[in-house]
C-alpha cells in the first residue's frame, strides 16, 4: 500500500510560481513511475507531467511545457512539481499519482495504482 499527499498549492497571481509536492509513504518510493494529472471545474482530468522511477525521463503536456519542471528526490520519497509563468488557465486541483511497477513513462490515468487526494491551484488574473 502507498499513501501520497501532495502540499503548496494556493492562490497566485498570473505570472506567478508554486512548487508542489508530493510525498509518498508506504512501499520503497524508488521503484514508482509517478506523475501529476489536474482536474479544471467541469473538465476532465488531465496528465500534466511524468517522472520515470529513477528520474532519468520525464514529459510534459505541451500546455505546460517551458513552464512546469518535474522532479524527484527518492532520498525524502518526494516528487515536486515547479510551476513558473502560471497562468488563470492553470486553475485546477493537483493530483499525484504512483505507478508501482514498469520502466518508463505513463500517461494514462489508468496506468497509475494509488492516487493523492489533491491539492487547489488557484491563478487569479
Known amino acids: 500500500q502507498v499513501q501520497l499527499a501532495e502540499s503548496g498549492g494556493g492562490l497566485v497571481q498570473d505570472g506567478g510560481s508554486l512548487r508542489l509536492s508530493c510525498a509518498a509513504s508506504?512501499?520503497?518510493?524508488?521503484?514508482?513511475?509517478t506523475g501529476w494529472f489536474r482536474q479544471a471545474p467541469g473538465k476532465e482530468r488531465e496528465y500534466v507531467a511524468g517522472?520515470?522511477?529513477?528520474?532519468?525521463?520525464?514529459a510534459y503536456v505541451d500546455s505546460v511545457k517551458g513552464r512546469f519542471t518535474i522532479s524527484r528526490d527518492n532520498a525524502k520519497n518526494t516528487v515536486y512539481l515547479q510551476m513558473n509563468s502560471l497562468k488563470p488557465e492553470d486553475t485546477a486541483v493537483y493530483f499525484c499519482?504512483?505507478?508501482?511497477?514498469?520502466?518508463?513513462?505513463?500517461?494514462?490515468?489508468?496506468?497509475?495504482?494509488?492516487w493523492g487526494q489533491g491539492t487547489q491551484v488557484t491563478v487569479s488574473s
Open positions: 517522472i520515470s522511477r529513477g528520474g532519468t525521463m520525464t
Open positions: 499519482a504512483v505507478r508501482t511497477g514498469g520502466l518508463g513513462l505513463f500517461r494514462l490515468q489508468s496506468d497509475y495504482e494509488y
Open positions: 508506504g512501499r520503497t518510493f524508488t521503484t514508482y513511475a
